[in-house]
T-cell receptor, first 113, second 118 residues
Framework: SQQGEEDPQALSIQEGENATMNCSYK?????LQWYRQNSGRGLVHLIL?????REKHSGRLRVTLDTSKKSSSLLITASRAADTASYFC?????????????FGAGTQVVVTP | DTGVSQNPRHKITKRGQNVTFRCDPI?????LYWYRQTLGQGPEFLTY????????KSRLLSDRFSAERPKGSFSTLEIQRTEQGDSAMYLC????????????????FGPGTRLTVL
């Protein structure tokens, strides 16, 4: 079954800087989702990118997908203290049941003022 | 839309006791999911329902775990004879198979129930 692996495990940046994290997976996917988890709001869906898309934007977030390398990246621009959270990717394999998401261990991002 | 709610938020129990958690999904959502998360890890899938039917169970869901969604609305997750290894955050999520506002696969998570087994 499909599970993403996020890299780096931890990232520490200052407010205003950009943060980039990566997700690698093993088999062909139908789509890949990114989620954020912080203590205040729990686990929140950020963005979904389909296998036929290469890039997607949502506010300060930019997600890219390279199916030839089986990897995705999440870029947060002009980071804020409120972006401090763990970020998880969840690739959905073509043969995976639609019901479950499989998360990696996540990238823990700390944004300092 | 009040979001997904879970009760209780925290539960401390002694090893060997039974515990039950409740999840109330977003009202129009027909799909409901349970996950378990331990410190430093991502959530692990346990099971999901479409309406009242339980369609998939993870191998993580041992015989001591049972989940129900009797009327296709709220769900309960029961753990019998708890063990210290059951200590974790139990997350519930819901989604709609007819979601038109978001991505078709978007799952909306509740705040979780933190279980501590002493």
């Amino acid at each position: 079954s499909q599970q993403g692996e996020e890299d780096p495990q931890a990232l520490s940046i200052q407010e205003g800087e950009n943060a980039t994290m990566n997700c690698s997976y093993k088999t062909s996917i139908n789509n890949l989702q990114w989620y954020r988890q912080n203590s205040g709001r729990g686990l929140v869906h950020l963005i979904l990118i389909r296998s036929n898309e290469r890039e997607k934007h949502s506010g300060r977030l930019r997600v890219t997908l390279d199916t030839s390398k089986k990897s995705s990246s999440l870029l947060i621009t002009a980071s804020r203290a409120a972006d401090t959270a763990s970020y998880f990717c969840a690739p959905r394999g073509r043969t995976d049941s639609w019901g479950k998401l499989q998360f990696g261990a996540g990238t823990q991002v700390v944004v300092t003022p | 839309d009040t979001g997904v709610s879970q009760n209780p938020r925290h539960k401390i129990t002694k090893r060997g006791q039974n515990v039950t958690f409740r999840c109330d999904p977003i009202s129009e959502h027909n799909r409901l999911y349970w996950y378990r998360q331990t410190l430093g890890q991502g959530p692990e899938f346990l099971t999901y329902f479409q309406n009242e039917a339980q369609l998939e169970k993870s191998r993580l869901l041992s015989d001591r775990f049972s989940a129900e969604r009797p009327k296709g609305s709220f769900s309960t997750l029961e753990i019998q004879r708890t063990e210290q290894g059951d200590s974790a955050m139990y997350l519930c999520a819901s989604s709609s198979s007819e979601d038109s506002g978001g991505a078709p696969d978007t799952q909306y998570f509740g705040p979780g129930t933190r279980l501590t087994v002493l």
